[in-house]
């Protein structure tokens, strides 16, 4: 079955560490997102990456740093930097790149919800 | 710059009841495209429908239907004859050269 994988599906922090969320794909899609949702609000882009090796900043980067290292993977560390990182983490992926791949539909994984203690 | 506003926040609704979803949109683009998502209580974000801004039509799909009008910078869904199971977040959202969610409309069907 092809899909998005995000693991852990609940992470736990304390203030000042480093956690890394995973984000895989089976699905063959250049591009993949990051994006950031808070209780009663909408997702907002963190990063996102259409090829490998190369990635851009969102709305909201600040606090965050990401690789893309494999097509099939994008990991989102939420470093000691980002101040109220509390928050559901969705990764998404499109097929395409590029123009096109702003207007593809984006497919989401499951979600991981980081709770800083 | 775009924008996407779902006014209701909350809309609770007896099942069986139909129920709209409201969306309006701002955009300076001819180009856009348009998306309904709904995220159940599991979390994750499920797509339902994809509109370009050149196609007016408006779309079935069982019980869902959607109302797309370019001159209100609208587009509406209805859920017909609601069931519990389409209790969830739902988000309409935006594209030209970047996604932008609404904040989004939890709707509560009640047995």
């Known amino acids: 079955d092809g899909g998005i994988t995000q693991s852990p599906k609940y992470l736990f922090r304390k203030e000042g560490q480093n956690v890394t969320l995973s984000c895989e794909q089976n699905?063959?899609?250049?591009?993949m997102y990051w994006y950031r949702q808070d209780p009663g609000q909408g997702l907002r882009l963190i990063y996102y990456?259409?090829?490998?090796?190369?990635?851009q900043k969102g709305d909201i980067a600040e606090g965050y740093s990401v690789s893309r290292e494999k097509k099939e993977s994008f990991p989102l560390t939420v470093t000691s930097a980002q101040k109220n990182p509390t928050a559901f983490y969705l990764c998404?992926?499109?097929?395409?790149?590029?123009?096109?791949?702003?207007?593809?539909?984006?497919?989401f994984g499951p979600g991981t919800r980081l709770t800083v203690l | 710059a775009q924008k996407v506003t779902q006014a209701q926040t909350e809309i609770s609704v007896v099942e069986k009841e139909d129920v709209t979803l409201d969306c309006v949109y701002e955009?300076?683009?001819?180009?856009?495209?348009l998306f309904w998502y709904k995220q159940p209580p599991s979390g994750e974000l499920v797509f339902l429908i994809r509109?370009?801004?050149?196609?007016?039509q408006n779309e079935i799909s069982g019980r869902y239907s959607w109302n797309f009008q370019k001159s209100t910078s609208s587009f509406n869904f209805t859920i017909t004859a609601s069931q519990v199971v389409d209790s969830a977040v739902y988000f309409c959202a935006l594209s030209e050269r970047k996604l932008i969610f609404g904040q989004g409309t939890e709707l509560s069907v009640k047995p």
């Open positions: 509109r370009n801004s050149f196609d007016e």
């Open positions: 998404a992926s499109t097929p395409s790149r590029g123009l096109a791949g702003y207007t593809d539909t984006q497919y």
């Open positions: 990456s259409q090829i490998v090796n190369d990635f």
């Open positions: 699905l063959n899609h250049d591009a």
């Open positions: 955009t300076r683009d001819t180009t856009y495209y």
